[in-house]
């Protein structure tokens, strides 16, 4: 049995009982995934001409400006206007009616390359007062990476369905060409759970940006009957399930427009909705020498593969890493007492099959690729394209229990 019996308020991810949990979701077009989307699309552009690319590129969007700033040491030579305007054209931004659009922004460039006092750290070779020559951890923090049994994708349910949601309004906006839709949408749901198993829906919320010329009654039924009801399960949906659609009743002005955005706001978007734990670290504009985001993924991929190995219904771990040092400084497993053996002794095995270390973490998932735009939207995880998303250690994991 698990370790740990007695879970502290507010670790939700050990929650059990009947209770109601809320988790949301943000689009492609919400100011700050305008920003993280920005500044993936650099960090790709980056290690697509050169993987050893150093970057940590944020950016800052508001009415008809966009700023980049940050760090960045590479050999790639780059047109960061083009790189700019084909993402933001790329989310949507193009109507005429939008103060932000793809062709008409204004870019501030004031990205530097990266501190050599950093790079030292970073780099595998010795350097003065460095312990040893192994690359070490890009920066010092805590990472959490949680799964659980309550989807497919084997994460929590609340935030799974709030991306659903998002993703399928993308798809009308560019597929079906919705007229009235705009970029700039949230979600949030609010299931119930019985005895730790999901139950029902509470209440969904969609706020969408619109053109001024439709009725809040068509956007009503549009996203009720052609979202909602399309892509949440029918089960668990019933009479006194409530839609709370755009409920200030109007959206037109949205966007980097409406609302300033920045890099790395919306960690709980993309993470695990609240559910479980979260270190603090942002990933979007981030090489994965910086352990906030590879870390982040890999022991994401660790725990999704102690779950699938039937070992636990639920599993969480966090590791601790210091700037420059080549191994973590900790590695803590906590099954909430779902685990099939102890909580210590999972810890071992994945240890055992897995290697924490940071250069070890970017050689095991292949992370020196320009793979990360596909991450920035409806959260990082469950995307079975991902490379942390594989469950092929679960049998490896199993074999050694």
Known sequence: MSSTTNTPLGAVSGHSG???????????????KVSDFISDSILDACLEQDPKSRVACETLVKSNCVVLAGEITTKAKLNYENIVRDAIREIGYTNDDDVFHADHVFISNILTSQSPDIAQG???????????????????????????????????????????????????????????????????????????????????????????????KEIRDFCVEEVIRKVLPA??????????????????????????????????????????????????????????????????????????????DKCELQV??????????????????????????????????????PAAIVKQ??????????STNYGHYAKEELPWESTAKAKEITSLA
């Not at 809320?22 to 700050?32: F, Q």
């Not at 002005?253 to 409406?258: A, F, L, R, Y």
Request: one cysteine or more; glycine letters at 10%.
């Open 18 to 32: 009947n209770f109601i949990f809320s988790s949301e979701s943000v689009g492609e077009g919400h100011p700050d």
């Open 122 to 216: 970073v780099d595998e070779a010795a350097a003065e007062g460095k312990e040893s020559a192994e690359q070490g951890a890009g920066d010092q923090g805590i990472m959490f990476g949680y799964a659980c049994n309550q989807t497919p994708e084997l994460m929590p349910a609340p935030v799974m369905y709030a991306h659903r949601l998002l993703r399928e309004m993308a798809r009308q906006r560019k597929e079906v060409k919705i007229p009235w839709l705009r970029p700039d949408v949230k979600s949030q749901v609010a299931v119930a759970f019985e005895n730790d198993k999901v139950k029902e829906i509470k209440n969904v919320v969609i706020s969408t940006q619109h053109s001024a010329d439709v009725s809040h």
């Open 235 to 312: 089960e668990l949906i019933n009479d006194n399930t409530q839609f709370l659609i755009n409920p200030t009743g109007k959206f037109v002005v949205g966007g980097p427009q409406g609302d300033a955005g920045l890099t790395g706001r919306k960690i709980i978007v993309d993470t695990y909705g609240g559910w479980a734990r979260h270190g603090g670290g942002a990933f979007s504009g981030k090489d994965p020498s910086k352990v906030d985001r590879s870390a982040a993924y890999f022991t994401r991929w660790v725990a999704k593969n102690v779950v699938a190995s039937g070992l636990a």
């Open 320 to 357: 601790a890493y210091a700037i420059g040092y080549p191994r973590p400084t900790s590695v803590h497993v906590d099954t909430f007492g779902t685990g099939k053996i102890d909580d210590a002794r999972i810890s071992e095995i994945v240890q055992k099959v897995f290697d924490f270390k």
């Open 365 to 374: 998932l292949d992370l020196l690729r320009p793979i990360y735009r596909k």
